[in-house]
Nanobody, 116 residues
Framework: VQLVESGGGSVQPGASLRLSCSASGFAFEEYYMIWYRQAPGKERELVALITPTDGTTYHDSVKGRAFITRDNAKIAAYLQLYSLESADTANYLC???????????WGQGTQVTVSS
């Protein structure tokens, strides 16, 4: 089983990023795909999730600025982030679970840094 995140980087406030999570080794289409983030000194928080039937949920702080999608054919999930703010700075982790509960499979994360 493997989850590999990519797409993070250092950007200025107001920029956009598209994070990708490539998966392998499990029945991807049966799993919820979740993006979490964790900033230094802060607890991990759920940013967005997408269900096996494409239902979505977002953290209040990113509603209207983040969009999660999945592509079962490519065995990948994505998180599009717009209008990035300094508060979005964190390590973004991809998780596959059924249903979400803090378990399942995890990637190593991709760092997003928003700074002027």
């Amino acid at each position: 089983v493997q989850l590999v995140e990519s797409g993070g980087g250092s950007v200025q406030p107001g920029a956009s990023l598209r994070l990708s999570c490539s998966a392998s080794g499990f029945a991807f289409e049966e799993y919820y795909m979740i993006w979490y983030r964790q900033a230094p000194g802060k607890e991990r928080e759920l940013v967005a999730l997408i269900t096996p039937t494409d239902g979505t949920t977002y953290h209040d702080s990113v509603k209207g600025r983040a969009f999660i999608t999945r592509d079962n054919a490519k065995i990948a999930a994505y998180l599009q982030l717009y209008s990035l703010e300094s508060a979005d700075t964190a390590n973004y982790l991809c998780n596959a679970d059924r249903p979400p509960g803090g378990g399942g499979y995890w990637g190593q994360g991709t760092q997003v840094t928003v700074s002027s």
